[in-house]
């Protein structure tokens, strides 16, 4: 079918507004299979979806509460791991603050959804049609939120303690960093068999290979990044953040913010031959 003979169905008027600009996002949970509310069951005993950020390292995290019915939830394996879950938040400077009251035994009671940033290729918008008029919003950034499972490696570690008879806390400390070369062997000691004596002169030369060694050096110096931002990481406090579910009177008001209230009419000022240069792959 040929062009002419497409048939315009409607002409929609277009708005451009940024009265939410930076702070609308794209909040993506490829893992979730329902909305994200909280469960009845934990609705009814009075708990609520959570959340908190860390602005310098633009981390989120979501806090929903389990699904505490007796068909669906273990309580008394709850315990062990909300122990393991209290023991790497101390370890990894995560606790939260007022979490748990003094002498009160940790339990595993929420789902925490942890964000990671997503690079957006080009500019997302926001569109949302009402009254035949189409109208836009610029987002900031996307995020993928998917469960944090770090305590079920401090309670592996605590079982494998537990088997190897090893009551201790610590462990076997951080893994060896593959760039670097590997320690050199003790030597074990020998009786040296009585006899002559002779003296022997060793030399330990480094090997001048410059391009294994600028490989290592670069390798290592990517890890120590690594680690230097999970640390920065761990060192910056949670700000705690206030969720508003879909249907209360606080997420309708910020809805409403996304449409334009302004009839001036947008200039463009670029041509088309400036556009489809800055389109990739053309």
Not at 148 to 168: A, F, H, P, Q, V
Request: hydrophobic share 30%.
């Amino acid at each position: 079918m040929e062009d002419s003979d497409d048939e315009i169905v409607s002409v929609l008027p277009i708005h451009y507004s940024t009265g939410h600009s930076p702070d609308i996002q794209i909040h993506q949970f490829p893992l979730l299979t329902r909305p994200l509310q909280a469960p009845p069951s934990a609705v009814l005993s009075g708990k609520r979806i959570t959340a908190r950020m860390k602005p310098q390292v633009r981390r989120l995290e979501v806090h929903v509460p389990a699904d505490t019915r007796p068909e669906v939830w273990n309580a008394e394996r709850t315990k062990e791991l909300g122990a393991a879950r209290a023991e790497d938040d101390r370890e990894k400077n995560q606790e939260p603050k007022g979490k748990e009251r003094d002498g009160e035994e940790p339990r595993l009671s929420e789902i925490r959804m942890q964000s990671e940033e997503v690079p957006q290729k080009g500019t997302y918008m926001l569109g949302v049609v009402r009254d035949g008029h189409l109208h836009l919003h610029p987002i900031s950034r996307t995020h993928q939120f998917r469960p944090t499972l770090t305590y079920l490696d401090m309670l592996s570690r605590k079982n494998k303690r537990i088997r190897t008879g090893d009551d201790s806390d610590s462990d076997d400390g951080p893994p060896p960093d593959p760039d670097e070369p590997a320690p050199a062997p003790l030597a074990k000691k020998e009786k040296k068999p009585t006899g002559e004596t002779r003296e022997v002169q060793v030399t330990a030369r480094k090997a001048d290979d410059k391009a294994g060694g600028q490989l290592q050096g670069g390798l290592s110096v990517v890890r120590r990044e690594m680690l230097q931002a999970i640390r920065s990481e761990e060192d910056e406090d949670w700000q705690d953040l206030q969720f508003y579910d879909v249907m209360t009177a606080e997420s309708g008001g910020s809805f409403e913010g996304v449409f334009s209230q302004s009839d001036d009419v947008l200039e463009c000022k670029t041509d088309i031959t400036t556009f489809l240069k800055e389109i990739q792959g053309l």
